[in-house]
């Protein structure tokens, strides 16, 4: 299995801290209604709270700030990427911060390739990233969780799995990553 793995909310577990981060800025509103727009994007969220780039500047200052401890790998997921042939990144996360993090839980190594967002491709659903990947690693699913993940996989022909995400459109749905394990290399019972 050749996979494509988007970062925040599928490989670690980052929308915790960021929504704490929100919060700081946002003061009145609900942990719950933050983290359900920044389940859509990050720069959704933004217009939805109507933060100034002042306010942009200071979340991505204080989102810096935060210990990779501050962002878990999600439980399961190693397993996975040990069984996978071959693992690639497309996030909007600038490069350091992507191997900063993949350094510290000691998972570098899982991956083949990385496509950051200080690489010059264009934002998801822009399919072109998923594009490049695909053509260089032959790749066959795509995992992420949220709409905007899957978008340029089904562009592009990937089939693809939405982990914990209920929203139409993907091939495969999850909660946690011993499900996928057993969904893409089932045990004899």
């Not at 799995?161 to 089932?186: I, K, R």
């Amino acid at each position: 299995m050749r996979i494509l793995w988007d970062f925040d909310g599928t490989l670690f577990d980052t929308y915790p801290a960021f929504t704490r981060v929100m919060k700081e800025l946002v003061h009145s509103e609900i942990k719950e209604d933050i983290l359900k727009e920044l389940k859509v994007s990050f720069h959704h969220a933004t217009k939805v709270f109507n933060l100034s780039e002042a306010q942009v500047k200071t979340f991505r200052e204080m989102d810096n700030a935060l210990s990779p401890e501050d962002k878990p790998p999600f439980t399961g997921l190693k397993d996975i990427l040990e069984k996978a042939e071959v693992n690639v990144i497309m996030t909007h996360k600038p490069r350091e911060e992507v191997i900063t993090i993949l350094n510290h839980f000691e998972m570098d190594h899982y991956f083949t390739d990385l496509v950051a967002g200080d690489d010059g491709y264009p934002r998801k659903p822009d399919a072109s990233s998923y594009r490049y990947l695909h053509k260089k690693h032959n790749l066959d699913l795509a995992i992420g969780d949220r709409v905007l993940d899957i978008l340029p996989a089904n562009e592009i022909g990937l089939k693809t799995c939405l982990f914990q995400n209920n929203a139409e459109g993907a091939d495969m749905y999850v909660t946690n990553y011993h499900d996928l394990s057993e969904m893409l290399w089932p045990t004899s019972k």
